[in-house]
């Protein structure tokens, strides 16, 4: 609303003795619009997790905050489209659990922030023992056993094209 209005100072003395500035147009540009909010990621170490945003106009910067504040992002390492609408990061680290991502959408001088979102990463199981060759006779029993830090099991074979899933029968 205040778009084109003019301003100046008038000065004045103890003597009363008056001066006034030139007057200034204010101008005032309104902010970008964003129309779709990056929303929170959740993978596994090593996945590649996307966030996205969509804006109106204008161009774009990935921030990051590790815990000590919000910093621009830039393309190297796991991180591409710093200055996209979509960053992508490839091969997260358990470390970066908890980072939250927001983008600055900027538009003729004027910018906005999108909505932080949190990136959560979790931890493959770990296995604790690996299992240990068997050698045999026709008709043995043999086991194939592994310890755990927990999870759900499925055991996998290769008949010489590749693992493929066990079944129990």
Same mark, same amino acid.
Do not use: H, K
């Given at each position: ?27 005032? @540009?309104?902010?970008?619009? =964003?129309?779709?909010?990056? @929303?929170?990621?959740?993978?596994? %170490? ?12 204008? @161009? ?15 393309? /190297?390492? =796991? ?12 091969? =997260?680290?358990?470390?970066?659990? /908890?980072?939250?991502?927001?983008? %600055? ?15 959560? %990463? ?13 050698? /045999?006779?026709? /008709? ?25 899933? %066990?079944?129990?029968?």
């Amino acid at each position: 609303g205040l778009n084109g209005y003019p301003y100046r100072c008038i000065l004045t003395n103890a003597a009363g003795c008056t001066s006034t500035s030139n007057g200034e147009i204010l101008t005032v @540009t309104a902010l970008p619009t =964003i129309t779709t909010q990056p @929303t929170a990621q959740t993978g596994c %170490v090593g996945d590649t997790e996307n966030f996205t945003v969509a804006a109106a106009s204008g @161009t774009f910067q990935w921030q990051e905050d590790q815990g000590s504040g919000f910093a621009n992002v830039t393309n /190297g390492g =796991i991180y591409s489209g710093a200055t996209s609408a979509t960053l992508t990061l490839t091969g =997260i680290t358990a470390p970066m659990n /908890g980072y939250l991502y927001r983008c %600055v959408v900027t538009d003729a001088g004027c910018s906005i922030n999108s909505n932080s979102e949190a990136l959560t %990463v979790n931890s493959p199981p770990t296995i604790t023992t690996q299992p240990t060759a068997q050698a /045999g006779c026709i /008709g043995d029993t043999e086991n194939f056993t592994i310890a755990t830090s927990g999870g759900t099991f499925q055991w996998q074979e290769d008949q010489g094209s590749g693992f493929a899933n %066990v079944t129990n029968g």
